[in-house]
């Protein structure tokens, strides 16, 4: 009997488009150089280091990786969006005491040193206006980092991806894009409200002005301490950035409603406060 024997079949095999985008090639004269950052996902954990208990885990952001020929006189990195507009800068004429201030204990200063360099945007904005401080969490999309050493600028693109586990729960790209606007809007709102209680401050300890008018602001700004505390406004704005912050969610209609009420209370205290300093 004879054996028959049919080579298999062959499939078309559709090409996969690449994860990232092609790395430029390394430069050996360049004076500074940058590498293409890697795609960076939002994600809400602990991060946890040092522990020969424990397994790992970095802190959330993107790598930003430079080489450096020489140390440079200034360094700056600037991440701008989309839109091309700034959404954090840093330096490395940051105090040195801010170095580890971040959360996960990130550096805050950009490293210097002579060859290859790390430095991990945490992917927040700024705190407030007067900068500063971790903020909210921007929202996905595409984002550049803008090194510049020496008087030499390299700019290289990445992007900022949504969770894949909260997209299958069901979030979507709009709902953490409207979450990202709102926290702004909190965030700039609750910066103000403590630019003027840092005034009033000023002014009763100056006692300049109507002393009694002054502290009954301080009073409806600042929640005063004691075992059954009546939270004021900054606390009040506190709590609902805390609320819409803690994970990537679709906003609730507690939250905004919350939020419109403490802005009635707001404007009356901000004219008061207009009134009341001198």
């Not at 009997?1 to 559709?14: E, L, N, R």
Request: charged share 25%.
């Amino acid at each position: 009997a004879s054996m028959q024997t049919s080579a298999p079949s062959m499939t078309a095999v559709k090409p996969v488009a690449p994860a990232r985008a092609a790395i430029r090639p390394f430069e050996t004269n360049a004076n500074v150089f940058l590498f293409a950052p890697a795609p960076a996902y939002r994600m809400h954990y602990t991060p946890m280091a040092g522990r020969p208990d424990a397994p790992e885990y970095p802190a959330v952001g993107a790598r930003i990786d430079y080489y450096l020929a020489s140390t440079p006189g200034d360094l700056t990195l600037e991440i701008l969006d989309a839109t091309g507009k700034v959404v954090r800068s840093y330096s490395n004429a940051a105090r040195a005491s801010a170095a580890g201030g971040r959360r996960g204990g990130l550096a805050s200063a950009l490293p210097t040193k002579v060859g290859m360099n790390r430095f991990v945007w945490d992917l927040r904005h700024s705190g407030g206006p007067a900068g500063g401080g971790n903020g909210p969490l921007v929202a996905h999309g595409s984002y550049k980092a803008r090194l510049t050493a020496g008087g030499a600028t390299r700019t290289e693109s990445f992007t900022v991806k949504i969770d894949p586990r909260i997209a299958k729960d069901g979030v979507t790209v709009a709902d953490l894009v409207e979450q990202a606007k709102f926290a702004l809007k909190v965030r700039d709102e609750l910066a103000e409200a403590r630019q003027l209680a840092t005034r009033v401050r000023q002014a009763i300890d100056a006692r300049r002005g109507d002393l009694a008018k002054l502290q009954s602001l301080w009073d409806r700004l600042t929640t005063k301490s004691g075992p059954y505390e009546d939270q004021m406004l900054i606390d009040q704005l506190s709590n609902v950035a805390r609320e819409i912050g803690q994970a990537d969610q679709k906003v609730g209609a507690s939250a905004y409603d919350r939020f419109n009420d403490l802005m009635k209370e707001w404007a009356v205290l901000r004219a008061d406060g207009a009134k009341a300093i001198q």
